[in-house]
Structures are given as structure tokens and as C-alpha cells.
């Protein structure tokens, strides 16, 4: 992602997070669920529409399709992209700091 680019969805960055460790569709439902700390609950259109649109943008592949089911890895693009959105929004939280007197 360049700066020319559009923030990440939160959707695609908790994807992308849980990605790090290949994951196949409800298990990734399930990652997301619990790496959110339940803030965050996916349903299966959003996953997939969400899953069909990084890999034509090359940021996950499919590791494994036994006909059942796929499991998804997030690619070297896609692991740049998540620091640099994980970059991204640390610099935005370290800028409202001084909003609870950490300044």
C-alpha cells in the first residue's frame, strides 16, 4: 500500500493479521472473532468478497484446495502491506495520545 492508496478496510486488516498464520475459511471467521476480542464478527460473504479481492491484488494465495476447502497464506505483498497498515495506524494512535495525558 502507498500513501496514494486508500487506508485497509478493517475488515481486510483483521484478515490479513489472521493470515499470518494460513487459515481456511470458517477457521478464519473464528480468528478474527477472537483476535478482535469479539469487536469483530465476519460473516461468510464479507470473508469471501473480501478473500476473492486480495488475491487478485496478490496480497494472500491458496496454499491448499482439497475440494472442500481452501486454505489461505498471506503472500511477502501482502505481509508488506499489513506493516505498513499496522505502521499506519500506530502513528495514528500515538498522535491522539494526548488525548488521555501522554504527552
Known sequence: ?????S??????????????NPNHGYQLM???NEIS??????GP????GILTRMQKEKLIRILEDDGRRKTYKITEAGL?????????LRHMVEDGN?????I
Do not use: C
Open 45 to 48: 460473504g464479507t470473508l469471501y
Open 98 to 102: 494526548f488525548l488521555r495525558g501522554d
Open 30 to 32: 473464528t480468528s478474527i
Open 1 to 5: 500500500m502507498t500513501e496514494k492508496e
Open 7 to 20: 487506508p485497509m478496510t478493517e475488515a481486510m486488516y483483521y484478515v490479513l493479521l489472521t493470515l499470518v
Open 37 to 42: 476480542d469479539g469487536r469483530i464478527t465476519m
Open 80 to 88: 508488506s502491506a499489513l506493516n505498513e497498515e499496522h505502521n499506519r
